[in-house]
């Protein structure tokens, strides 16, 4: 996929991607009413940069949460990072399908208001490197904590329209789509939403259900379509066979994302309304995923400062396993292997139990491959988290010019001549300045570690590398709201 170019297309333009038969295509999209916007707004603003575009149309969806053409232009501005953010995460996550990553971040970042809710227009990161941080996290709660969604979450969440358009774009006509939405109308009318005890999904339809459905479905088809009417009386089996076309049509179709519309601006909020039990369900799947956070962090605080030590080296600083071995004085490389796989067995044991305990049933081998699943992702940014606040309060100590610079660069996104010019400086002092404030910080970063870690990381080329790596990704996408 390419990158988009220039302001206009930036603020204006969806990903439009069509599933073929074993490849996809993708382009990029105009929505007219906010390209003619953004067009008249360059026209009268030639100055402008995309920082401050995305500033100013993220202000007014601010101030008036249900204006179109501001959230619309935040939606496009923030497009590419949901089509970034939904690969990357699939990628990493084998369990997780992109689009449904995707589609995910775009009703989040269709709803600027809540996403921007906690943002800090004055002292905050850029809008991108915001909304980045926040459409990630969105996108890893959501799909991790919730799982795929089952085949009768799926049907209860669709839309009759919905249902109508993919059922044609699946290429069924009339008679077989009429009996695919009868049968979904009917399903919708008698199913009652039911789960197995410790699930987390929707159980089917049962054999009462289904003859329930079924019987209802002839009543209905012999008053309302006149077509169908001269057919036998549906039975069960044939009701399960109707709702399984729904779904895969629903399944394959969803593989073809196209741009939002913003003609009306409460159009966009029909599809993504959930009902009102699928809404208490995904709640309560929150706050599971938050027990589930908080009692990795107390089972983490159980184990020896070695034994963390170990673990933030390779999930926090990202080393490999020879330098870290090095740095411990570790003397075979196979013997940390062995004990990070054990500290691993551990975390996912006591989670296991934990679910266990909560839950009320054993976890099947499929159920303890997701929590290890959710573990990773915990595991990454809790390692992560004491070097991120050390690095946070050392910014905060910087000299006013650098940290005029930091914002400028870091924050705002400006490019080195743009930089220079706000700064009155040359872009050679710039770019001088900039290797100062990197080098005092990964400087600082290894006395820190050294110190609190009681470690001594020896000069390695590789480990100072992978620390000014981090240093580097940590400016470049962590926020600073905190500058004094």
């Known amino acids: 996929m390419r990158r988009r170019q220039g302001i206009v297309e930036k603020f204006s333009t969806f990903l439009a991607i069509q599933d073929g038969t074993g490849y996809s295509t993708s382009r990029w999209e105009t929505e007219p009413k906010l390209g003619r916007n953004i067009k008249n707004g360059v026209e009268v603003h030639p100055a402008k940069d995309t920082g401050l575009w995305a500033q100013h149309w993220l202000q007014q969806a601010l101030a008036e949460p249900l204006k179109p ?30 689009r449904d990553c995707f589609q995910v971040a775009r009703i989040a970042a269709a709803n600027p208001a809540k996403l921007f809710k906690n943002y800090d227009t004055v002292k905050g990161a850029s809008v991108s490197t915001y909304g980045q941080f926040q459409l990630s996290s969105i996108v890893l709660d959501t799909q991790i904590s919730s799982g795929a969604r089952s085949e009768t979450g799926l049907l209860r969440s669709l839309t009759e329209k919905k249902l109508k358009d993919d059922l044609l774009t699946y290429g069924l006509l009339d008679p077989k789509l009429s009996r695919c939405v009868l049968a979904w109308q009917c399903f919708k009318e008698i199913y009652t939403p039911t789960k197995a005890k410790g699930g987390r999904h929707l159980e089917a339809p049962n054999t009462s259900q ?68 699928e809404a208490l369900e995904a709640e309560a799947q929150n706050q599971e995923w938050q027990q589930i ?53 551990y975390l996912l044991k006591n989670l296991a139990q934990w679910s266990t305990a ?79 404030v990197t080098w005092q910080l990964q400087a600082s970063l290894i006395q820190y570690l050294e110190s609190s870690w009681q470690i001594t990381l020896n000069g390695l080329s590789s480990t100072n590398k992978a620390i000014a790596n981090f240093v580097k990704d940590w400016l470049t996408n962590s926020l600073y709201k905190n500058f004094r």
């Open 293 to 345: 956070k908080e009692y990795l962090s107390a089972a983490f605080m159980a184990l020896t400062p070695e034994e963390q030590i170990i673990l933030k080296l390779w999930h926090g600083l990202e080393l490999n396993q020879a330098d870290i071995a090095n740095i411990l004085k570790i003397e075979q490389q196979y013997q940390l292997s062995r004990q990070i796989k054990r500290l691993h067995i």
């Open 210 to 277: 289904l003859e329930s459905i079924a019987q209802r479905y002839s009543q209905l088809q012999t008053r309302l379509f006149s077509d169908l009417s001269s057919e036998p009386t549906m039975s069960a089996s044939g009701i399960q066979s109707l709702l399984k076309t729904c779904i895969e049509a629903t399944r394959r179709t969803s593989g073809n994302l196209t741009m939002p519309s913003f003609d009306d601006p409460n159009a966009a909020a029909e599809p993504s309304t959930p009902p009102a039990f």
């Open 358 to 436: 909560n839950l009320g049933t054993e976890l099947q081998s499929e159920e303890i491959s997701q929590k290890a699943k959710q573990m990773d992702i915990w595991l990454s940014p809790h390692c992560k988290e004491d070097i991120h606040i050390f690095l946070q309060e050392h910014l905060n100590r910087l000299t006013s010019v650098e940290v005029d610079l930091v914002r400028l660069t870091y924050i705002q996104e400006l490019d080195l001549d743009q930089v220079a010019d706000r700064s009155r400086i040359s872009k050679v002092e710039v770019t001088s300045s900039l290797d100062q």
């Open 69 to 98: 053409l501001a959230k619309g232009h935040i939606s496009a501005y923030l497009e590419e990072a949901c089509y970034y953010i939904a690969t990357t995460t699939a990628r990493k996550f084998t369990q997780l399908e992109w």
